[in-house]
């Protein structure tokens, strides 16, 4: 490896100090995420969903990292069926048998986190039940190639097998990505790839891993709002998101929200 190769991977790295921070950062996104899912059922309002967890962010001495994001007002995006991410939260009232993915971002002592689940509001259909396993099922499988010594690669295709070979597409224009004092950072991390490829992974590297996929053909469309990108086909989309540290013992959650 060449000196400039080894500098390229460790400007990823944070400080045994800034990790601590980083851990809080994302105890307290869980946590918000958590207060969310609580009001998660048919008659609610998304715009409440978005009160929810903005004042428990502030209960917690942090704030919204979505806020920073320019001309974005809101502490979460909603995701309501065929939305695959960045819906806005407003007067829509959930319905049984829709699935709602909560994105959530979390800034405390300048420091961001970033995560995300796709629940079902009230029953919903088996069939809807097996495709929203698959995702968060690859999310720890990715999770877990999130090791030292690993590449950027290795997350990837582990990401694209699981969900092409259930059957369902990964949204390839959309990404996981570095965090940490800005909420996208380098390195990205795509759902596809190969093995072996793309920056190593080094310790204190702080990623945002995410599952972005779609029932359908993985194609999707930007909304009349310029933010709420759906699938194309209607098909539902689903969207798994961790936060996480690179250690040399492993992958350390810094969102834990089960």
């Not at 001495?61 to 979460?76: L, N, W």
């Not at 690993?150 to 996981?176: A, F, H, M, P, W």
Request: net charge negative.
């Amino acid at each position: 490896m060449s000196k400039t190769q080894y500098e390229n991977m460790q400007k990823f790295s944070k400080s045994d100090k800034e990790i601590e921070i980083m851990k809080k950062s994302g105890q307290i996104c869980a946590n918000a995420l958590k207060k969310v899912l609580e009001d998660i059922k048919p008659g609610t309002k998304l715009l409440n969903l978005d009160r929810i967890a903005s004042k428990e962010l502030e209960r917690q001495g942090a704030s919204s990292s979505f806020k920073t994001v320019e001309d974005y007002k809101y502490t979460i995006c909603t995701t309501v069926n065929e939305q695959v991410v960045h819906g806005i939260p407003n007067d829509r009232v959930l319905e049984e048998g829709d699935i709602i993915g909560i994105d959530i971002g979390a800034l405390y002592k300048n420091y961001h986190s970033d995560l995300a689940i796709t629940v079902p509001v009230g029953e919903t259909s088996e069939d809807t039940e097996i495709f929203l396993n698959v995702g968060k099922t690859t999310l720890y499988e990715a999770i877990n190639k999130a090791k030292v010594g690993n590449t950027i690669g290795d997350i990837s295709e582990t990401i694209q097998n699981r969900i092409e070979g259930s059957g369902y597409s990964i949204v390839k224009n959309l990404t996981g990505h570095g965090v940490g004092r800005e909420l996208h950072e380098e390195p990205m991390v795509p759902g596809f790839g190969k093995k072996g490829t793309g920056p190593k992974l080094v310790e204190n590297m702080t990623i945002a891993i995410e599952i972005i996929y779609t029932k359908g053909s993985g194609e999707v469309v930007l909304g009349k709002d310029n933010w709420t990108i759906s699938s194309k086909d209607k098909s539902i989309g689903g969207l798994f998101e961790q936060t996480i540290a690179i250690n040399k013992n492993g992958p350390i959650v810094l969102t834990p929200y089960f």
